[in-house]
């Protein structure tokens, strides 16, 4: 028995390729459900049209063969701590693979090296990624030759910790009077001041003239940011001995920790300076957002290889005819 060929039919062959792509394409604005309900079909009807359109996408749009500069970080999957890997390529700002089981130690890391080839992994130069030791072991075992950034938010996110420590601990020094300009102050803290409202700014003065440890821990915070604006590494470590020298006498046992995590990690965070490895490190921050729109739009996805396809077209422009 002989199947004639019949090249509009997609994947499915109970679909046109047109109704795929319009499908896919919708499935790109809204939920899966409400597509369904637009066109009569059933749910696993229009994810299984949505898989075909995506992989046609990805399949027109593969990675780039210069890969210069990677971005590597963790998305949350399921409760739990349950994660999988994200590879993006920083110079075009996309993601550019997913692993699709669950974990985060070298051995998954190793598979997105391996899948790329030896070739591509001498190319890149610069690998973005936070102080998770499977990540920095895998990419020395894999692309050697690459220099190591430190991702500016997740040392940011490490002082911040420090100084809500500084808040309990203040706190618990303070007289009953004083507590009360401290209690519910949190985020207040953790927020930059330009980014609070008229009432948000008048609390945080209240507090920071209450309590001199606070004032101090808060001036250091905001003023920590600076670092990376420097493109010169002798320069941003003048300021980094500068910064932590306004610690020397205090008892802010918090930041002294934080300090000495600064030190070990010293290397990649710098390097950030040096004027060629200049990229967008908010750029791996607003992908976990849009990752995170998605799962909720999706009402939770279960199925990673779905996810993955999800997440990687979701920054390929549509161009299909």
């Known amino acids: 028995m002989k199947q004639e060929f019949i090249p509009w039919l997609s994947n499915s062959k109970r679909a046109t390729q047109r109704f795929a792509r319009e499908i896919g394409r919708m499935c790109r604005e809204v939920s899966v459900i409400r597509v369904a309900a637009m066109h009569n079909l059933t749910w696993g009807q229009v994810r299984r049209l949505e898989m075909v359109y995506m992989k046609e996408l990805v399949k ?24 999988a890997i994200l590879v993006a390529d920083m110079d075009q700002q996309r993601p550019i693979w997913m692993s699709t089981t669950l974990g985060r130690d070298k051995q998954q890391m ?31 075992d894999n692309a050697p030759q690459s220099q190591i950034i430190y991702d500016k938010f997740h040392v940011i996110r490490h002082l911040n910790s420090a100084l809500d420590k500084v808040r309990r601990i203040e706190y618990k020094r303070a007289s009953k009077k004083d507590r009360k300009f401290i209690k519910g102050q949190r985020y207040t803290l ?14 945080l003065n209240l507090l920071l003239k209450a309590n001199k440890r606070l004032n101090k821990a808060y001036i250091l915070k905001e003023s920590f940011g600076q670092l990376w604006d420097y493109n010169d590494p002798i320069k941003a470590r003048k300021f980094f001995d500068n910064w932590k020298s306004q610690l020397r006498w205090s008892r802010v046992k918090p930041y002294k920790n934080f300090i000495y995590l ?15 490895h200049k990229v967008s490190l908010g750029f791996m921050e607003g992908l976990n957002n849009k990752i995170r729109v998605i799962q909720r739009r999706s009402y939770g996805i279960r199925n990673l290889e779905y996810l993955k396809l999800k997440v990687i077209t979701s920054f390929i422009k549509d161009q299909l005819l």
């Open 190 to 203: 953790l927020s930059k001041e330009a980014n609070l409202n008229f009432k948000g700014q008048e609390s």
């Open 110 to 140: 190793d598979i997105f090296y391996k899948e790329l080839g030896d070739k591509q992994c001498n190319k890149i130069k610069i690998a973005v990624m936070d102080m998770w030791k499977p990540f920095r072991n895998s990419l020395n």
């Open 262 to 276: 600064v030190e070990r990690h010293w290397n990649g965070i710098v390097s950030y300076c040096h004027p060629n």
């Open 60 to 83: 027109k749009h593969p990675p780039s063969k210069r890969l210069r500069a990677i971005g590597i970080d963790e998305i949350s999957i399921r409760k739990g701590h349950q994660y």
